[in-house]
């Protein structure tokens, strides 16, 4: 993974929530996030998980602080999905078993070459995109 080009990973909503929210793997996500912001992983995030973060966030400092975070981070870029790809997910869903915003994750994932979702949701260990946790780049 170090040597080279690194490929592109997508970043799901629960690594910045258990960040935010001072969850136990916290320290890990934050070091991986870290290391994100400093370029030396190229990650993307959906619109859809800032959004739901935002929500889960619900405080205004808070928000302030995640969409900075987001602003200022070398190694991120932001999916947003237009209605045709959200489309598409809708009509995934039942074939890989997932809600829609696991659906979505995976479909950009797939749109973009992921080389993995990192995450902690083991729902992601049934598709075709690997699934991987933040410790495993750190």
């Known amino acids: 993974m170090e040597k080279g080009r690194l490929e592109v990973l997508l970043v799901d909503t629960n690594i910045f929530l258990e960040l935010f929210l001072g969850q136990r793997k916290a320290d890990d ?9 400093r370029g030396g992983i190229e990650a993307v995030v959906t619109k859809f998980t800032i959004h739901s973060c935002e929500a889960a966030l ?9 969409l900075r975070n987001l602003q200022n981070s070398l190694g ?4 947003e999905s237009s209605l045709e790809d959200e489309m598409a997910t809708s009509m995934l869903m039942d074939k890989i078993k997932l809600d829609f915003d696991d ?3 995976y479909y950009a994932a797939k749109m973009l070459g992921a080389e993995a979702i990192v995450s902690y949701d083991k729902h992601f260990d ?4 690997a699934r991987k946790e933040p410790a495993e780049f750190i």
């Open 29 to 37: 996500c934050e070091r991986f996030l870290e290391k994100v912001s």
């Open 126 to 129: 049934k598709v075709d995109v």
């Open 76 to 79: 991120l870029n932001i999916y």
């Open 103 to 105: 659906a979505l994750q």
């Open 58 to 66: 619900n405080n205004p400092e808070l928000i302030l602080t995640f």
